[in-house]
Antibody, heavy 132, light 106 residues
Framework: VQLEVFGGGLVKPGGSLRVSCAAS????????????MSWIRQAPGKGLEWISY????????HYADSVKGRFTVSRDNARNLLYLQMNSLTVDDTAIYYC??????????????????????WGRGTLVTVSS | EIVLTQSPGTLSLSPGERATLSCRAS???????LAWYQQKPGQAPRLLIF???SRATGIPDRFTGSGSGTQFTLTINRLEPEDFAVYYC???????FGQGTKLDIK
């Protein structure tokens, strides 16, 4: 059971990069479980920041304000892959990017979107450096 | 947004001792929706505790989570060399993490 993150690297401010996460050893998505996945990042020497999630079917997506409008999360369930497309990158986006399996324990009554979750499996992470 | 404050920032102890790590929330956390993670250098975080007090699969019973409301504690009994790491708490809603406690070998 593991997650492997890849695709990090050096990119100039204003540039784009896509990181990927490969899942293995568990059911990435099926008809019975809406298997949410998240992206979390950690700037050098700093703490953890959740940035996005996507539902198993890809129909529920949510972003932190810090990346909304610039980052896009997607998934390919046939290939057990999770993606994070990052555009308009700034130096503040420099971080290790982790993917994580999300355990949802609560939903918003009106929207049906998750409002409470934790992370029970993490990938090792990939470093994204934004620098000129 | 709930802010989590962890203390101390660094805790220096010897193997065999007991570690007590604190996580204080700026407002009450409903349903004990709090998790603890361990992160070693160069590694991804690992889930230790969920629901404030439930150990994740494979976590030794020397790790104990407790607390409710705004005050939560992670206790590690009989410290092993592999326990020296950084520990984060996380509240479930629009999740935020504490800033971490570094557990150092004295």
């Amino acid at each position: 059971v593991q997650l492997e993150v890849f695709g990090g690297g050096l990119v100039k401010p204003g540039g784009s990069l896509r990181v990927s996460c490969a899942a293995s050893g568990f059911t990435f998505s099926d008809s019975f479980n809406d298997a949410f996945m998240s992206w979390i990042r950690q700037a050098p020497g700093k703490g953890l920041e959740w940035i996005s999630y996507i539902s198993g079917r890809g129909n529920k997506i949510h972003y932190a304000d810090s990346v909304k409008g610039r980052f896009t999360v997607s998934r390919d369930n046939a290939r057990n892959l999770l993606y994070l497309q990052m555009n308009s990158l700034t130096v503040d986006d420099t971080a290790i990017y982790y993917c994580a399996r999300q355990q949802v324990v609560g939903h918003d009554f009106w929207s049906g979107y998750p409002n409470a979750w934790y992370f029970d499996l993490w990938g090792r992470g990939t470093l994204v450096t934004v620098s000129s | 947004e709930i802010v989590l404050t962890q203390s101390p920032g660094t805790l220096s102890l010897s193997p065999g001792e007991r570690a007590t790590l604190s996580c204080r929330a700026s407002q009450s956390i409903t349903s004990n929706y709090l998790a603890w993670y361990q992160q070693k250098p160069g590694q991804a975080p690992r889930l230790l505790i969920f629901g404030a007090s439930s150990r994740a699969t494979g976590i030794p019973d020397r790790f104990t989570g407790s607390g409710s409301g705004t005050q939560f504690t992670l206790t590690i009994n009989r410290l092993e060399p592999e326990d020296f790491a950084v520990y984060y708490c996380q509240q479930y809603g629009s999740p935020t993490f504490g800033q971490g406690t570094k557990l150092d070998i004295k």
